[in-house]
Structure formats: C-alpha cells, structure tokens
C-alpha cells in the first residue's frame, strides 16, 4: 500500500509549532550530555524494527533541521509505504551534536504516527473492494490532532471533522432541546451556513427525518444488522451513512457488505502502539 498524502496548509504550519514545542520540552537550557561531543559532521542510518506503514516524515524532518539547517536526510522509503522489519528507512549527515539531541523528538513523531497510519492500514484494508471508508474521530493525542489525522491519510483512511468548529454534529440533547431534528438543522444552517450538518439517529424514523431535512451525513446510533440494512435501503444512496461506536476489526467485512459509506474508529488514534525504531551513528568510514 502507498498513500503519500499532501500537507494541508494548516498541517504544515503545525509542524514548526509541534516540533518547536517538542525540543523546548526536551533540551531545555540545553543538552549537556551532547556538549560532551566533538561537534563533528557524523552519519546516521535509521531502521524500523517492526512491520509498518511510515508517517510522520515532515515531522521528523523538521526536529533535524531545526538543530542543524544544512542536515541532509536521504530518505529510503516513501510516506504511506508498507515496510517489512529490518528496513532503512533513512541515512541522514549533519553536526553529531543535532542527530543525538534531535534524535528523541524527531523519533517521538515518527514512531507515534507510523502507529496510526499502520493502524489505519489494517482496517483500510479489510475493506478492499467495498464501497465503505474508513474515518478517524476527534479521540486523538493531546496536540496531535492534525499530526494524527495526516497520518490517517497516509494509512488510506478519511478525516472526519478536524474539531467542533468545522462541522455541527447533531445528538440526542441537542434534538430534544431544539424540539425536532427539523428544527436543529434548519437552526444549523441558518447560523453555519456552509458548515456540514451531521445527524446521528437512533431509529429508522429519524433518519427519515434527517433525509427530509436534508442531512448532509446522518450517523446510525447502535443500529443492529437488520437496522443497518433497512437503513441503507431507506436512504438508497441519498445520503451518506456512518456507523460508529466500539466497532472492531472483525466487524467490518459484514458491516461493509451491509453497504454504510462510512465507519469511524476510535482506536486508530487513541489506543496508539508505537512503531519499533532504531537510529544509529555509523562509523567514520
């Protein structure tokens, strides 16, 4: 699988202020073990331990470059690849004292979001051949969000809304105060305008509610399979439906062949197994 995603404008932006957060947690005042250095130049070669698909490259990149500007970094493999255990993913030449203090940070990202594109790989590809996708959840690491929903990109997968502010997403509390899903969206669209309107329903009758108000995506709320079924004939492509809530990997070939456009994970970026990775200075030649 390769799935080299692009950098949004908002994405790359993130970068500097991830990276500048990161190496002021880590150095500090400074890094005294790295004083103890001959600033010398020094290669490095880095290895990933484990099976993976790689994300995070700007990231890691960035925490280099940031130490040392004349950093070269040849990189072996390309963003969104499926690598084997054992694989060099990247030799890098520049002061000895910027790879061994950048070193932590630059792996920090790579070996957190490799784990989400990895993740999202898995469940992206149990669904081959299917008209469903794979979205991600706001469920991500502290000031990762945008870090995290790249690296979902790059295992294949769809970004659901970024926060609170790009979509409205209507719930149980938020139909009973508005006093019907009608009235919610109507009130939606008329203080968003633009904004995409997502309702979630517990029933088939709501969801004929939200096709009549024109939904743009309604959200089946623990529907069990006959629901889904009768849900994805009702809508007859009308619009787009999502599954969401404790799915796991087994339960997507028969959620999928139901025929839903969309389910959400959680797990893809909350429940995050970091990728095994391995720099080393290499011996002057």
């Known amino acids: 699988m390769l799935s080299n995603p692009v950098l949004s404008t908002a994405e790359a932006a993130q970068v500097a202020v991830d990276v500048q957060r990161a190496l ?22 880095l290895r990933c331990k484990s099976e993976a698909v ?19 970094i040849d990189w072996q493999v390309a963003e969104g690849e499926h690598i084997d255990a054992g694989t060099v993913i990247c030799r890098l030449n520049g002061r000895r004292r910027a790879l061994v203090s950048a070193e932590r940070c630059a792996l920090n990202f790579l070996q957190t979001l490799s784990a989400t594109a990895t993740a999202t790989a898995r469940h992206v590809a149990v669904l081959r051949g299917s008209r469903t996708r794979i979205l991600d959840t706001r469920k991500t690491l502290p000031g990762l969000r945008l870090a995290q929903k790249y690296a ?4 294949g997968g769809v970004n659901h809304r970024l ?34 309107v997502i309702v979630e329903v517990e029933t088939l009758d709501e969801l004929g509610q939200a096709m009549d108000a ?24 009308r619009v787009p439906l999502e599954v969401s809530g404790g ?4 339960d997507l070939p028969r959620i999928a062949a139901i025929g839903v456009d969309y389910v959400s994970i959680g797990s893809l970026t909350k429940h995050v197994e970091a990728v095994d990775l391995s720099l080393r200075i290499l011996p002057p030649p």
């Not at 940031?66 to 950093?71: C, E, H, K, T, V």
């Not at 979902?152 to 295992?155: I, N, S, T």
């Open 152 to 155: 979902v990109r790059a295992g």
């Open 247 to 250: 799915v796991r990997l087994d």
């Open 214 to 237: 024109q939904a743009d995506r309604v959200l089946l709320d623990e529907f069990d399979d006959a629901g889904l079924h009768a849900a994805v004939a009702m809508a007859a492509g």
């Open 54 to 72: 790689i994300a995070g490259r700007p990231w890691f990149d960035a925490c280099f470059l940031a130490l040392d500007p004349s950093m070269q």
């Open 163 to 196: 926060g609170l502010y790009d979509a409205v997403m209507v719930k149980e509390n938020h139909i009973a105060a508005a006093g019907s899903i009608a009235a919610v969206v109507a009130r939606a669209r008329a203080l968003h305008p633009g904004v995409p």
């Open 24 to 45: 002021a947690e880590d150095l500090g005042s400074g890094d005294v073990t790295a004083d103890l250095l001959p600033d010398l130049s020094a290669c490095a070669e």
